[in-house]
T-cell receptor, first 112, second 112 residues
Framework: GQQLNQSPQSMFIQEGEDVSMNCTSS?????WLWYKQEPGEGPVLLIA?????ELTSNGRLTAQFGITRKDSFLNISASIPSDVGIYFC????????????FGTGTRLKVLA | NAGVTQTPKFQVLKTGQSMTLQCAQD?????MYWYRQDPGMGLRLIYY???????DKGEVPNGYNVSRLNKREFSLRLESAAPSQTSVYFC???????????FGQGTRLTVV
């Protein structure tokens, strides 16, 4: 089946640092989503991307839909302790399936 | 601000027991989904319902059944629980199959 490679798997950073993570796929996607999940909670949508090359911000978060349509990037600027959590990408292939495919997540820990 | 509501939040079953996980959304969404989340594997789609009256298998449907009771409700049934079904289950909904999904808070199921 189709797979998403999400990297890095985990990150330990100092408060105030910027964070970058990405997802790549083996096929072309027409939608990319980024979610954050905190312990004991469901994933919460951060950013949705629908067009190749699209760059969208949500506060300190910025995500981009790669121009090849096979990748997406999420950046967090000036990290704070509440950024801790697991970040998931999800993509929707162009093959006609109605299913979103999820990456395995990037676990972020912020050291104060 | 209910969004997607799942019940129960926690459940322990003995091998062979059956149970139904309930999910309801109040956003008038057409599409609904059931995912399971296991450590290191991200979210995997069990079943989905693109619209009221339709259901389709996802990536890992074996051992599960679903019912789209009406537009609001989408239930997941385990007929004979197995330890391999120990997981966290998430229900999600989206306005259409092409738009972003919103998640419930999850049901943590343990099968002993």
């Amino acid at each position: 089946g189709q797979q998403l490679n999400q990297s890095p798997q985990s990150m330990f950073i100092q408060e105030g640092e910027d964070v970058s993570m990405n997802c790549t796929s083996s096929s072309i996607f027409n939608t990319w989503l980024w979610y954050k999940q905190e312990p004991g909670e469901g994933p919460v949508l951060l950013i949705a991307l629908y067009k190749a090359g699209e760059l969208t911000s949500n506060g300190r978060l910025t995500a981009q839909f790669g121009i090849t349509r096979k990748d997406s990037f999420l950046n967090i600027s000036a990290s704070i302790p509440s950024d801790v959590g697991i970040y998931f990408c999800a993509g929707k292939p162009t093959s006609g399936t109605y299913k979103y495919i999820f990456g395995t997540g990037t676990r972020l820990k912020v050291l104060a | 601000n209910a969004g997607v509501t799942q019940t129960p939040k926690f459940q322990v079953l003995k091998t062979g027991q059956s149970m139904t996980l309930q999910c309801a959304q109040d956003m008038n969404h057409n599409s609904m989904y059931w995912y399971r989340q296991d450590p290191g594997m991200g979210l995997r789609l069990i079943y989905y319902s693109a619209s009221e009256g339709t259901t389709d298998k996802g990536e890992v449907p074996n051992g599960y059944n679903v019912s789209r009771l009406n537009k609001r409700e989408f239930s997941l049934r385990l007929e004979s629980a197995a330890p391999s079904q120990t997981s966290v289950y998430f229900c999600a909904s989206s306005e259409t199959q092409n738009t972003e999904a919103f998640f419930g808070q999850g049901t943590r199921l343990t099968v002993v």
